[in-house]
């Protein structure tokens, strides 16, 4: 994988690297079976990153009520929460992202109670506590490599 400061000695001068990478996710959609689309070149880099801006993104702990709030904060609906959500069907997710669900949730739970019991006992598996393996987690879906409708018909099950 090329990391952003040997992508801009390659490519500033011809292409921006947020253009690379809305051409390189367009790409992966299609590749696993989803459209394609022309992808409108021009977009800027920004001139600075820092990855403290993030912390206002939507924590993956966040519930239905909390993620619609955060996105009204945004200027963004429903419709676009559901959107973005979908983007789910092609992906990972790392145990840090829910660890906290399946160990000591609550001081009379220790499995968070609105999580199906089985998929709970699933993840703790693969997420024993302490986990030491960084890379250890869960894939989205169960076609985590196809782009599919797959996402949303597990959210609804």
């Keep these: 994988m090329m990391r952003k400061p040997s992508l801009n000695r390659h490519v500033r001068s011809t292409v921006s690297c947020a253009d690379v990478i ?3 996710a367009r790409d992966v959609v299609a ?4 459209p394609f689309w022309n992808v409108l070149k ?9 990855a403290a801006e993030t912390i206002n993104f939507p924590a993956p702990t966040f519930n239905d009520s909390q993620l619609i709030q955060s996105f009204i904060k945004r200027g963004l609906g429903i419709k676009d929460l559901v959107t973005l959500s979908g983007g789910h069907t092609l992906g990972f997710s790392h145990c840090s992202s829910f660890q906290a669900r399946l160990h000591n949730f609550s001081s009379v739970h220790d499995i968070d109670p609105s999580m199906n019991s089985e998929f709970a006992e699933t993840l703790r598996k693969k997420c024993p506590k302490p986990n ?3 890379n250890a987690g869960q894939f989205l879906d169960s076609t985590a490599s196809t782009f599919d409708n797959n996402y949303y018909k597990q959210l609804l099950a």
């Design 42 to 50: 021009g977009r800027k880099d920004g001139r600075v990153s820092i």
């Design 31 to 34: 590749m696993s079976g989803g």
């Design 132 to 134: 030491k393996d960084r």
């Design 22 to 24: 809305t051409i390189a």
